[in-house]
């Protein structure tokens, strides 16, 4: 039916439809015409939304307030006092002393047949295989050259003919044997014995470990550093992991500053922000003792284009660091840090071999 047609019947007025002035013609309907015109959808129009592909069938006023929570509870109330159906079974009829309860006769499952290729063939192999130790099947998996029936720990042992010590024959679908590892016990250090003996300049103090031992006060961290002024024969400290902040940082470089000794320092996983570890690399540039600097894993991840441009002209100046342990954001930052410790390593391999050339 096409459209001029369908506006005839719906204004059941026998007149020429023009449409292009179809804007016009409705202006000409009543509301009746128009709801009846409106009544007339496609379902399988894809074009419209589903909300209006039929006419709207709820045109009834309701007839009181709609409660979900009385709907629930009134079904959830109807379904507990109902009586539960009754299990009907159908009637077989049996010979005389049998039951015609469907239900006690046990259900079978439907055998399917198995065709040849499915059928197990049994050969004196298997029984071989079945008798074979784990050990003897990783050797055969081996030589057959079936390396994806074996782990890495299995393929190695079975090449070196030693005994397997992790699990055995466990198959492509299966891992290692889990190494249990213990942890590592807690730092027994004692610090008021340490910060004592640093400042008593103890010759046999060459490496102070402080890692990772909790509730250090701040007031002992900076007698560390304070001790650093007059020491002369300690050479490695770590205090990684120690809640180290910027103030405990400022006295580390004033005392690397006057230390002439110490040549690793390691302060990873602590709170410093950027401007202090310029200070500590300052300090550092002034005696050039410290080869071993370590300081990543801060608080703050990002040091910032003008910290890490300041970390580039320090460690430009520095001929005696190898080992600088700090992230960079940027690569710039990385290439220039990473040319000047390897020049750094080339001068003092050259050196090295020219002293023991000349010797």
Not at 92 to 120: I, L
Not at 255 to 272: A, D, Y
Request: charged share 35%; hydrophobic share 35%; proline share 4%.
């Amino acid at each position: 039916m096409s459209d001029a047609e369908f506006l005839k019947m719906a204004t059941n007025k026998d007149v020429d439809i023009d449409l292009d002035n179809i804007d016009e013609l409705l202006a000409q309907l009543t509301a009746e015409e128009i709801d009846e015109l409106n009544g007339d959808f496609d379902p399988d129009n894809s074009f419209l939304p589903p909300s209006e592909r039929m006419k709207s069938q709820t045109l009834k006023d309701p007839t009181g307030p709609f409660s979900r929570k009385k709907l629930l509870a009134f079904l959830e109330k109807k379904a507990k006092e109902e009586k539960d159906w009754e299990n009907v079974t159908q009637y077989v009829k049996k010979a005389p002393g049998e039951s015609n309860d469907v239900s006690e006769k046990p259900w079978k499952p439907k055998e399917v047949k198995k065709t040849k290729e499915e059928e197990a063939i049994d050969t004196e192999w298997d029984d071989i295989l079945t008798q074979a130790t784990e050990d003897e099947l990783v050797d055969l998996a081996a030589v057959l050259g079936f390396h994806g029936m074996l782990n890495q720990t299995q393929f190695y042992a079975s090449e070196r003919d030693e005994k397997l010590e992790s699990g055995g024959f466990t198959g492509m679908a299966k891992s290692e044997v889990l190494k249990v590892i213990p942890f590592e016990p807690p730092n027994q250090t004692d610090v008021e014995d340490s910060i004592k003996r640093i400042k008593d300049n103890d010759s046999s103090l060459k490496h102070l470990n402080l890692n990772n031992i909790k509730n250090i006060s701040h007031e002992r961290l900076e007698a560390v550093c304070e001790g650093l002024k007059t020491n002369t024969n300690l050479e490695i400290l770590e205090m990684a992991s120690v809640a180290m902040t910027d103030r405990v940082a400022k006295k580390l470089a004033e005392g690397l500053q006057e230390n002439k000794t110490l040549k690793t320092l390691n302060i990873e996983s602590n709170f410093i922000t950027g401007e202090p570890l310029v200070e500590i690399l300052k300090a550092i540039n002034v005696n050039k003792n410290v080869t071993e600097f370590r300081a990543a894993n801060q608080k703050p991840e990002a040091l910032g284009n003008k910290v890490e441009t300041k970390i580039i002209k320090l460690v430009q100046e520095n001929d005696k660091i190898l080992t600088l342990g700090l992230a960079f954001e940027f690569p710039e930052t990385r290439v220039r840090v990473t040319s000047k410790l390897q020049d750094n390593y080339d001068q003092m391999r050259k050196k090295r071999v020219g002293t023991k050339a000349d010797a």
